[in-house]
């Protein structure tokens, strides 16, 4: 029986968290968070501070003895194995550049102190290093990396439930407001309204997902205003539930096309994070050097415009509202706001991603970046310059009856549909007797569709021409 600390980072859960779950039952575990901002590769967003601030209550109450502390974890970690004669720390293993350097640094430290340093992968279902191709280097398209490289590797390990810990505390620890996650306006109140930010919660959305929307995923997945995805991504990122816990339910439901593409998109995280994990400086650059000579075009009216869905375009003004409004949006209209972003305002895709990230609660590194290299076609198996969607006519394909638009553009809530995703269209009499004036209660489009589109592709043209 010994002394063992166990630092929560993103594995904000007891159930199924596979490095807690190493630690001996008989030792003693000093279970602690420590907030330390020079941690991340990347500052945490605002939106991902509120969920952490919400998930650290959650934790507490599930584990009473949990500890916090603010400060450098390479100074705070080695105090602790001294003032409480240590003779073990745990930690999830982490895969993004500057986490994963932050915790090397610690091993060697740690050793100097003769305290053994358990690293173990809570996070991904199939490690990197374990996700190769045959001669020894990483996948850049999906479908062989997926196919090949997970479905054929060693199944996920199983969910660890029900195990009970001997945990104990620190009188010294902070309060969680000590760290100032939420922001001095109110912004916060609105964005959690509609979230149970808890384990719990994250298993009653699983549940509901399971029950009845992954009956329709592939196909409704498409559609914003059908509750057919999952909506696990923020309790994915933060750790509230564990992957492996997804994977294995998902997997007991008979397997047809719904259920597995369901599992494919799991697999598109795992995509993301290997490609982060093997590429660590397409955080910033372009998998694709021939981007780096892209003639971006900085329009910060038009950037502004589009961060405040006041585009002109109700399908992307609406999943910019509904982002900065719930701190979430729908998969297909990331697709559509992001090539906007990109293709029509040619606006470079690391101001999108860098909004994303202040915005979202499932702002993840791996994922948010290769999705924006996605979109902008720079990234790994990414969409093909040419095609740029048309807010148009994905308004009137996937939200044909508006239910999804008119929650975040209440202002065209009597338009007829037929105008709704291109209300400069209706006829100017109908607009006076709805009162509605392009201009003023809704913006006019700031850029052309068949312009930009011409511009788009005229920019990516002259990448082929230099390549």
Not at 116 to 143: A, C, E, M
Not at 337 to 355: M, P, Q
Not at 363 to 378: E, H, I
Request: with cysteine; glycine share 4%; charged share 20%.
């Amino acid at each position: 029986m010994g002394n063992v600390l166990f630092l929560f980072t993103n594995d904000l859960r007891l159930n199924d968290n596979q490095a807690l779950a190493s630690i001996n039952h008989n030792d003693s575990i000093l279970p602690v968070f420590i907030y330390d901002a020079s941690f991340y590769t990347k500052p945490l967003g605002q939106a991902s501070k509120v969920w952490l601030h919400h998930s650290l209550i959650d934790l507490k109450q599930l584990c009473t003895s949990l500890s916090f502390y603010k400060g450098s974890i390479l100074e705070i970690v080695p105090l602790l194995v001294k003032k409480f004669t240590l003779e073990k720390v745990v930690v999830s293993e982490q895969f993004f550049p500057h986490e994963k350097s932050v915790i090397d640094q610690l091993s060697s430290i740690l050793s100097s102190l003769r305290c053994q340093f358990n690293i173990i992968n809570t996070s991904l279902l199939w490690h990197p290093n374990d996700v190769l191709k045959d001669d020894g280097t990483p996948y850049r398209v999906f479908t062989p990396f997926y196919k090949k490289g997970c479905l054929l590797a060693d199944e996920p390990l199983e969910p660890i439930l029900d195990k009970s810990y001997q945990f104990f505390s620190d009188l010294d620890s902070l309060s969680i407001d000590s760290f100032n996650f939420l922001p001095t306006h109110s912004w916060d109140k609105c964005l959690i309204k509609d979230w149970d930010i808890s384990v719990k919660g994250a298993h009653k959305v699983l549940d509901r997902f399971l029950k009845e929307g992954i009956a329709s995923y592939k196909d409704g997945r498409d559609f914003p205003g059908l509750q057919s995805v999952s909506r696990l991504s923020a309790y994915i990122r933060f750790g509230n539930i564990s992957i492996n816990q997804i994977w294995h339910y998902a997997k007991k439901i008979p397997s047809n096309k719904h259920r597995d593409h369901f599992l494919s998109e799991l697999g598109w995280r795992e995509f993301s994070y290997s490609l982060l994990y093997h590429f660590p400086a397409m955080t910033t650059q372009n998998l694709q050097v021939k981007f780096n000579a892209f003639p971006w075009q900085i329009n910060k009216t038009n950037l502004r415009a589009w961060q405040q869905g006041m585009t002109g375009y109700p399908i992307v003004d609406a999943g910019m509202r509904e982002l900065w409004q719930t701190g979430y949006m729908h998969n297909r209209i990331r697709m559509i706001v992001g090539s906007f972003l990109v293709k029509n305002l040619l606006i470079d895709w690391r101001y999108g991603e860098s909004w994303f990230w202040d915005c979202l609660f499932d702002a993840d590194l791996a994922s948010n970046t290769a999705s924006w290299q996605w979109v902008a076609g720079c990234g790994a198996d990414a969409a093909p310059y040419f095609r740029i969607f048309n807010p148009v006519t994905q308004g009137q394909k996937f939200d044909s009856n508006g239910d999804y638009t008119l929650r975040f553009i209440p202002e065209l809530k009597n338009l007829p549909k037929k105008y709704l995703f291109s209300p400069w269209e209706a006829p100017p009499d109908l607009l006076r007797e709805l009162n509605i004036t392009l201009g003023k209660t809704y913006p006019k489009p700031i850029v052309d569709l068949r312009d930009s589109r011409e511009r788009a592709l005229a920019a990516f043209q002259s990448l082929k021409e230099i390549s």
